[in-house]
């Protein structure tokens, strides 16, 4: 199993900056992919960033060139850089990690951005 701890959110006015953290209980060469997926409230939930194993990224349009997702394999940490943030990007957001066959979550972690 993995187990994900998150961390890093908070409140920000639209604009600025966070980074978030997500800390894996286990060797994330060991992951197959990493990423993160966000829920605002009355929403779906939104796939937002992942990494892969080979070190690939990828971005859901709505955050491209303003997000960056990047990883610390000496401490089993995936981060999201978050850069010009919106109002719009209010959200829970949560770490998750493929390994083997089964997806495992983090808690989340709450995002705000006053406008």
């Known amino acids: 199993q993995v187990q994900l701890v998150e961390s890093g959110g908070g409140l920000v006015q639209a604009g600025g900056s966070l980074r978030l953290s997500c800390a894996a209980s286990?060797?994330?060469?060991?992951?197959?992919?990493m990423g993160w997926y966000r829920q605002a409230p009355g929403k779906q939930r939104e796939w937002v960033a992942s990494v892969t194993l080979s070190g690939t990224t990828n971005y859901a349009n709505s955050v491209k060139a303003r997000f960056t997702i990047s990883r610390d394999s000496a401490k089993n940490t995936v981060y999201l850089q978050m850069n010009s943030l919106k109002p719009e990007d209010t959200a829970v957001y949560s770490c998750?990690?493929?390994?083997?066959?089964?997806?495992?979550w983090g808690q989340g972690t709450q995002v705000t951005v006053s406008s």
């Open positions: 998750y990690a493929d390994w083997g066959t089964s997806r495992y």
């Open positions: 286990r060797n994330i060469f060991s992951i197959n992919a």
